[in-house]
């Protein structure tokens, strides 16, 4: 069984910075394209960032420049470096394992990010 647990949401003001911290439980941590979600009240939850084991990365175009997502294999960790917040950033974030073979998701139980003044 595969566990995520999120962390480093909080509070912050618009131009400020977080850092999300995902550690996964799962036997084979390189089978998994890791990613990170986010869902704001009122909206379906969407993909943020994504990267694979050998390091490739998309992200959704309104993060593009701001947002930087990594993976230590090693230590089963993704993160998710998030510069310039806006107010529009706010939601609940979700880390995510997609197992490639299977097609099957697991999921974190969100950590919240509010960037306010």
């Known amino acids: 069984q595969v566990q995520l647990v999120e962390s480093g949401g909080g509070l912050v003001q618009p131009g400020g910075s977080l850092r999300l911290s995902c550690a996964a439980s799962v036997s084979i941590f390189t089978r998994y394209v890791m990613g990170w979600y986010r869902q704001a009240p009122g909206k379906q939850r969407e993909l943020v960032a994504s990267i694979t084991s050998g390091g490739s990365t998309n992200y959704e175009d309104s993060v593009k420049g701001r947002f930087t997502i990594s993976r230590d294999n090693a230590k089963k960790m993704v993160y998710l470096q998030m510069n310039s917040l806006k107010p529009e950033d706010t939601a609940v974030y979700y880390c995510?394992?997609?197992?490639?073979?299977?097609?099957?998701?697991?999921w974190g139980q969100g950590t919240q990010v509010t960037v306010s003044s």
């Open positions: 995510n394992a997609l197992r490639q073979l299977t097609g099957v998701n697991y």
